[in-house]
């Protein structure tokens, strides 16, 4: 890690093992992931509310939807520690 002065003030510089391009990519896997959690727990709430209104075939499609999603959910997830390695060096939590 390298420090440098801008003239006003120092700013460090991090040394990545991926290209900003690849950084890019890491950014964008970490967004899906957290959208894929987020219409997850919705679908699942969905789900809970549609049970409760007594509309069980409605909720279990949503269930569904969500049980499907997951799939993807942990592709993002596995990019996400791919990238990581690729950028850290060692997995990030």
């Known amino acids: 890690m390298a420090i440098i ?4 003030f120092r700013v ?8 900003d391009e690849e950084y890019r990519a890491l950014e964008i896997a970490r967004n899906h992931v957290i959208s894929y959690k987020v ?3 919705e ?3 969905y789900a ?5 209104l007594g509309l069980k075939n409605e909720a279990l499609k949503r269930k569904e939807a969500a ?3 997951v799939k993807e959910l942990r592709y993002w ?3 996400v520690r791919r990238l990581e390695k690729m950028c850290f060096g060692k997995e990030a939590k």
């Open 5 to 8: 002065s801008n003239g006003c």
């Open 12 to 19: 460090e510089e991090r040394r990545l093992g991926c290209s």
């Open 39 to 41: 219409l997850i727990r």
């Open 43 to 45: 679908l699942e709430l």
């Open 48 to 52: 809970e509310e549609l049970e409760k």
């Open 67 to 69: 049980g499907r999603l």
């Open 77 to 79: 997830e596995n990019e």
